[in-house]
């Protein structure tokens, strides 16, 4: 498979960064709110701010926010070019957090193909960005299931993963029966309800691991899990690694 675009380099953007040269750069933030300075300009930055860098000499991360920094090639002229046309900053699309996230998962994990997944993962997204500029129109943000009704609870889980959480409290809470609830679950995500609460709990554990200092006892707690044991054998049945195995290998994105 051809690709245009090519990932160089990932790290967790918290200390001051000297960019290599010959890439283009791209620093998109997950949360929280505070300032990039890149080189001579200063940035205000929130959840979902996106930048993109043709050149740099010095990166600053000033304030409470998580961010990301990756730097790229592109190896097709039209597309370089239309990049190089691009503003510096955007207000992401929706769904680019669940892609970021997933880059930092494979990069995280780093099973088979993970590098061509990574940039697989960073050309949808710039391609998205080319067609944003163009037609001067905002993409359509990706639903979170495709379904009107099963949205609120969707949101409702991300919101509170880290409470007490079952069908039975979804059903009360929204007036539905659980029976109907896990059909509705099954059709639209291929997992009941109780696997999607525990599949949002792990998404909650992933960014709390990249983007916290929580010990992995604390992770456990804020996300639901009231045995750390539990929590560790749910993680590692999903991710293939413990969460303490996970978090080591964090140390590839903090290289200094």
Do not use: W
Request: glycine share 4%; charged share 20%; net charge positive.
């Amino acid at each position: 498979m051809t690709r245009n675009i090519e990932l160089k380099h990932i790290e967790i953007l918290d200390k001051p960064l000297v960019p290599a040269r010959g890439c283009l750069h791209m620093v998109y933030a997950f949360s929280g709110k505070g300032f990039l300075t890149a080189d001579s300009s200063s940035y205000p930055c929130s959840k979902d701010s996106l930048f993109l860098f043709s050149a740099l000499e010095l990166l600053i991360p000033r304030g409470s926010v998580s961010l990301l920094y990756l730097s790229f090639q592109c190896t097709e002229p039209d597309m370089r070019l239309e990049l190089l046309r691009l503003p510096k900053s955007f207000t992401a699309p929706a769904h680019f957090s669940h892609l970021m996230f997933e880059i930092l998962r494979e990069h995280t994990l780093r099973r088979d193909f993970y590098q061509t997944v990574e940039s697989f993962y960073l050309e949808e997204m710039l391609f998205s960005l080319i067609i944003l500029h163009k037609r001067k129109t905002p993409l359509l943000p990706v639903p979170a299931s495709g379904s009107p009704a099963l949205d609120p609870l969707i949101s409702y889980i991300r919101q509170h993963c880290g409470e007490e959480l079952s069908p039975h409290i979804l059903s009360s809470r929204f007036h539905m029966d659980s029976k109907q609830l896990n059909r509705l679950f099954e059709f639209y995500t291929g997992l009941t309800t109780m696997q999607f609460i525990t599949s949002m709990r792990i998404e909650k554990a992933r960014e709390l691991l990249h983007f916290s200092s929580l010990s992995i006892t604390e992770i456990a707690e804020a996300t639901g899990f009231h045995s750390i044991h539990y929590f560790s054998k749910i993680f590692k049945s999903i991710e293939g690694i413990s969460p303490l195995q996970y978090k080591q290998r964090l140390k590839s994105l903090r290289p200094f």
